[in-house]
C-alpha cells in the first residue's frame, strides 16, 4: 500500500467518523460505496475513488441546499384558536410562519364573561403570544393590524409595511353584530375582547354602588335593572353570573339596598333560550334560569337602545314598544366576520355571507387562490348535514389544525388531505353555579355533572399550564365561598365613557 492510498483511507475514516463530508452530514447524504459502484473493502479504495466520492457528494450537495435555502414562507393574520394552532402545527416542518396580531396576546374568549363578572381576571386568560411559541424556532410574531391584502403580489399591507407570504392563512376572529345600529354599542358593549370585560365589569359593579346612594326609588330601580339581549349561551351564561352576584356575593355588603332586589332580564328573538340544543334541555335551562329570578322574554327583539333605557317590542309587532329602564345593557345578540373578510373580498371576488363571512371551499381556501386559507369565525364552511359550522373554539382549533396538515403535505410533496371535515365531540352550555346542559353525540346531560364537565372542558382548553392552575384556583376558592376576587372598580365613570368612545372611534 502506498503513502498516498493510506492517506486516502485515514482520510476518509476521519470524515466518516466525525459525520460530515465538505460541509454536510453523511448520514444525511446515505453515502456509500455501492452507491458509487465502489469496491467495498476499504483496502481497494485508492485517491482518485475518495476525489469521486467528494466531488460527487458537492454535487448532490449543491443541489439540495438550493432546493432548500428558502423556506416556504407562512403568514398567519390572527392569534386567536384558528390562527395560534395553525402555527403551532407548523412547529416541526421546513417552513417560515409570520404570525401579525394586533395584541401580543391570545384570548379564551369562552371565559370573557368571567372577567366582566370579577370571576376571573384578564390575566388568568389571556397568554402572551411570544410566550407560547417562544420554542418554536421557524416563527416570529409582528405585532401589527393588518390594513389590506395584495393577492397578485403575495404580500400583506400592514400600518407599518409590508410582509410576503408563500401561503396565507387568514384568522381574524369576528366582532360583535348590532344589526345595522352600530351606534348602540355605545350604550350595550358587546364582549369580544379584554377592554369589553372590563368595561362591562365597571358598569355593573358601578350600577350597585349608585344605586346605594340613589335617593329616589324608581331611579334606584333603573340602576338595579340588568338586561342582557340575546339568549345564545354568551348572553345565559352573562345573566347566570350577575344574578349569582346579586343574591350570593354582594348579599352582605350594601346597608341601604338588597342586592337581591336587582332585576335581570334576557331578551331574545328566537322563540327559546339556546335555540341550537334539544327541546328537552331548553326547557331544563329555562328552569334553570327562572329559578334564578331572570326573565325570559323570546320571541321579542330591541328597537331603541339610549343611556339610560332600552326598548324592546313583540317579533310579531303585535304591541307597541316597551320601555325598560335600565343602566346596564349587555349586547350578546350576534356577531358578524373581521371586516378583512370584505378586503378578500375586493382582491379575489370571493363571496361572502350576509354576516361577512367569506364562502371558502371544502379544504378551506378561497376559491382560485388555492395559497389563501381562511379560517375560524371569518369562514363559511358547511358541515357534513349542509348547515354552516358554529363560530365555536372547537371548530377554529381543527381548521388550524387541518391547513397545517395541508401545508405540511404541499411542502413535502405528499398528496393532500381530504376536505375539511368537522369532527363534532359535543356541546355544552353553563346557567350558573351547578347548572349546565350538555349534549355529546346522543348523550344529554344537565345539572351538575354538565356543569362538571363544562369545569373540565373549559380548563383542558386553556393554552398554558399556569393559566389553567390559576383558574383552577380561583374557581375553587369562588365555588366554597362564593367570593369573586376581581371585582375592582378602576377608573371613574367619565374616564370609562372617554375610553369607550376612543374605542368605538378607533373600530369605525
Excluded at 370573557?112 to 410566550?131: D, E, F, H, K, M
Excluded at 389590506?148 to 403575495?154: A, N, P
Excluded at 326573565?295 to 309587532?317: I, L, M, S
Aim: glycine share 6%; charged share 20%.
Amino acid at each position: 500500500m502506498t503513502f498516498t492510498q493510506c492517506s486516502s483511507q485515514i482520510a476518509l475514516l476521519l470524515l466518516l467518523f466525525f459525520g460530515q463530508l465538505g460541509g454536510m452530514r453523511l448520514a444525511r447524504l446515505k453515502l456509500s460505496p455501492v452507491k458509487f459502484g465502489l469496491p467495498i473493502r476499504m483496502n481497494h479504495w485508492s485517491a482518485p475513488d475518495l476525489n469521486r466520492i467528494i466531488i460527487e457528494n458537492n454535487i448532490h450537495r449543491s443541489s439540495k441546499v438550493k432546493l432548500m435555502q428558502t423556506p416556504h414562507r407562512v403568514v398567519v393574520v390572527g392569534g386567536g384558536f384558528g390562527g395560534l394552532f395553525a402555527a403551532r402545527s407548523l412547529k416541526k416542518v421546513y417552513v417560515d410562519v409570520t404570525l401579525i396580531d394586533r395584541r401580543n396576546f391570545h384570548l379564551f374568549q369562552p371565559l370573557l364573561y368571567q372577567v366582566a363578572t370579577g370571576a376571573l381576571s384578564p390575566a388568568n386568560i389571556a397568554a402572551p403570544l411570544r410566550s407560547i411559541l417562544e420554542r418554536q424556532k421557524n416563527t416570529r410574531i409582528i405585532l401589527d393590524e393588518v390594513v389590506d391584502f395584495d393577492v397578485e403580489s403575495r404580500e400583506v399591507i400592514t400600518a407599518e409595511g409590508r410582509v410576503p407570504y408563500d401561503t396565507l392563512i387568514v384568522a381574524a376572529g369576528s366582532q360583535q353584530s348590532y344589526f345595522g345600529q352600530d351606534h348602540w354599542e355605545e350604550f350595550a358593549p358587546g364582549l369580544k375582547s379584554i377592554e369589553d370585560a372590563t368595561s362591562i365589569r365597571h358598569r355593573i359593579l358601578y350600577a350597585f354602588e349608585a344605586a346605594e346612594k340613589e335617593p329616589d326609588p324608581v331611579k334606584r330601580e333603573a340602576w338595579l335593572t340588568f338586561v342582557v339581549v340575546g339568549a345564545g349561551p354568551t348572553g345565559c351564561e352573562m345573566a347566570g353570573a350577575i344574578a349569582e352576584i346579586a343574591h350570593h356575593t354582594l348579599k352582605q355588603e350594601f346597608r341601604t339596598i338588597n342586592p337581591a332586589d336587582a332585576k335581570l332580564i334576557i331578551v331574545e328573538a328566537a322563540a327559546d333560550p339556546l335555540s341550537m340544543y334539544p327541546a328537552d334541555l331548553i326547557a331544563k335551562a329555562r328552569k334553570s334560569l327562572e329559578k334564578r329570578d331572570i326573565q325570559v322574554r323570546t320571541n321579542t327583539k330591541v328597537v331603541d337602545v339610549e343611556h339610560d333605557y332600552v326598548e324592546v317590542q313583540p317579533v310579531d309587532g303585535s304591541a307597541d314598544p316597551e320601555r325598560i329602564d335600565c343602566h346596564t345593557v349587555i349586547w350578546a345578540a350576534g356577531v358578524k366576520a373581521s371586516p378583512l373578510g370584505e378586503m378578500l373580498s375586493i382582491q379575489t371576488a370571493v363571496p361572502l355571507t350576509r354576516g361577512g363571512k367569506v364562502e371558502v371551499q371544502q379544504d378551506l381556501t378561497i376559491p382560485g387562490h388555492p395559497e389563501i386559507f381562511v379560517v375560524g369565525d371569518m369562514a363559511q364552511v358547511l358541515n357534513r348535514d349542509g348547515k354552516p359550522l358554529p363560530g365555536l373554539a372547537p371548530v377554529a382549533m381543527q381548521q388550524g389544525n387541518y391547513v397545517a396538515n395541508v401545508i405540511r403535505n404541499r411542502v413535502n410533496e405528499k398528496p393532500v388531505p381530504a376536505p375539511f371535515t368537522y369532527k363534532d365531540r359535543g356541546s355544552m352550555a353553563t346557567i350558573g353555579r351547578a347548572s349546565a346542559i350538555a349534549q355529546i353525540g346522543r348523550w344529554k346531560l344537565s345539572g351538575f355533572f354538565a356543569w362538571i364537565l363544562w369545569l373540565f372542558v373549559h380548563i383542558m382548553q386553556i393554552v398554558q399550564f399556569e393559566n389553567r392552575l390559576l383558574v383552577l384556583v380561583q374557581w375553587s376558592w369562588h365555588y366554597l365561598t362564593f367570593n369573586r376576587s376581581a371585582r375592582l372598580i378602576t377608573g371613574t365613570e367619565e374616564q370609562h365613557e372617554k375610553k369607550l368612545e376612543e374605542e368605538l372611534v378607533g373600530r369605525h
